[in-house]
């Protein structure tokens, strides 16, 4: 067996998560397609479920993550704002951080686990 390590930070406003691994995840995939419906087959989900998660962000967040575009003769689309591409890119440095200021307690926890 192989053991994992993984960090799952969620900020919460009031009992609702604002950013969380999954929502970071999902921007990210909407960044690389360019589209909800893309970002949510990625995962599994239906795009309605996605667009839950977008809109919750975008009325959670002072500003909205993601903008979007409606289909026609030119095609939809989405796409992180800056404030999209901030909050993927502080959720992933802090996970980074985290991980290295706890680098010696997830090397003593790794070592206790059978193998």
Do not use: C
């Not at 589209?35 to 949510?40: K, P, R, T, V």
């Not at 903008?67 to 959720?91: D, I, N, Q």
């Amino acid at each position: 067996m192989k053991s994992k390590v993984e960090f799952r930070v969620r900020i919460y406003r009031d009992a609702q998560i604002a950013i969380g691994p999954g929502k970071v995840d999902l921007l990210e995939a909407i960044a690389e397609t360019g589209s909800i419906s893309a970002a949510a087959r990625r995962f599994g989900m239906s795009y309605r479920r996605a667009w839950q998660l977008v809109d919750q962000m975008n009325h959670t967040l002072v500003r909205p993550v993601v903008e979007t575009a409606t289909g026609g003769s030119h095609g939809g689309g989405a796409r992180l704002t800056k404030t999209g591409e901030e909050v993927v890119r502080r959720y992933r440095t802090m996970e980074i951080s985290a991980r290295s200021a706890a680098t010696e307690d997830i090397a003593a926890l790794l070592r206790m686990i059978a193998p």
